[in-house]
């Protein structure tokens, strides 16, 4: 049974090798890469040793078992997860750029995860603690993200934890009334973990102090985890700033997905019990192992290799 669960897209990354080469230019890809943030979160808490589930779908195609193949090998139980003749597994063609900024384009229209299903009980989640969801979840389809909503509902009545990361994405938001999503499922939110500029966005407040307070007017919220790239992160609880965390430095050969294993990692700390700095530091730790591979789903993340990085420091 699952201790650590979440709903969302699957989808297969195709990437630029290096960076500043646009997309509309002739050149060279690499991939396709396991992806989409709910399976790199799932995935690096699978190698951090916790059960765990996904609910989703992928097309009954190769990138599919491209995706499929990954998430078994992980540990990961996708046994809820529709494999579909009705539509090919979601695609992402990436590039990144020297200041940053990365650009993406997106084809999921059709992809079987938007029409999975939230389960109808609890059957089969009962040990479950932490219930993850990623606001790039609620963007895509306007009635796979009330099936996400729906699940939610039952497991926090049920008593478990939602763990919530924005992850706002406007170039794959196309219905507006998704905002009002994402505001339902912060307020069911025990722990929320947005960067820097999406706290901003989700607050309407430019003050980054402003937006921390404003966030705390959710009565559900116990704690903050405010990612901010290479200046580390910070946590944040009704009493003020407890932690903060610096990155681990590592030869990055590619960030994408490094703040989606973070997040898996917190939680994974959270669910062993370990403290608020504890947790911070393997979330460090092992969005540091992800942005040292080429690839949105890989990195050596492991207890032991976490543990490492830890003590290096």
Partial sequence: MPEIVIMGELLVEIMRPKEDIPLYESDYFRGPFPSGAPGIFISTAARLGHSTAIISG???????????RRLKKNGVDVSRVLVS???HT?????????DGERKFLFYTDNSPFTRAKAPENMT???????MHIMGCSLMSDMNFAREIVKM???MKAAGVKISFDPNIRPEIMKDKA????LQEVFANSSVLMPGVSEIKMFTGKEDVNDAIKAVFENPSLEVLVLKNGSKGSQIWTRKGLEVEQPIYKVVQEDATGAGDSYDAAFICGLAEGKSLADAAKMGAAAGALNAAAFGPMEGNISPETVRQMIERG
């Fill in 90 to 98: 979601g695609i992402a063609f990436v590039t990144y750029f020297a």
């Fill in 58 to 68: 992928v097309g009954n195609d190769d990138f599919g078992e491209n995706i499929m």
């Fill in 85 to 87: 003749d009705d539509g």
């Fill in 178 to 181: 998704v905002f009002g999503l």
């Fill in 124 to 130: 089969g989640f009962e040990d479950t603690k932490y």
């Fill in 152 to 154: 939610m509902k039952m």
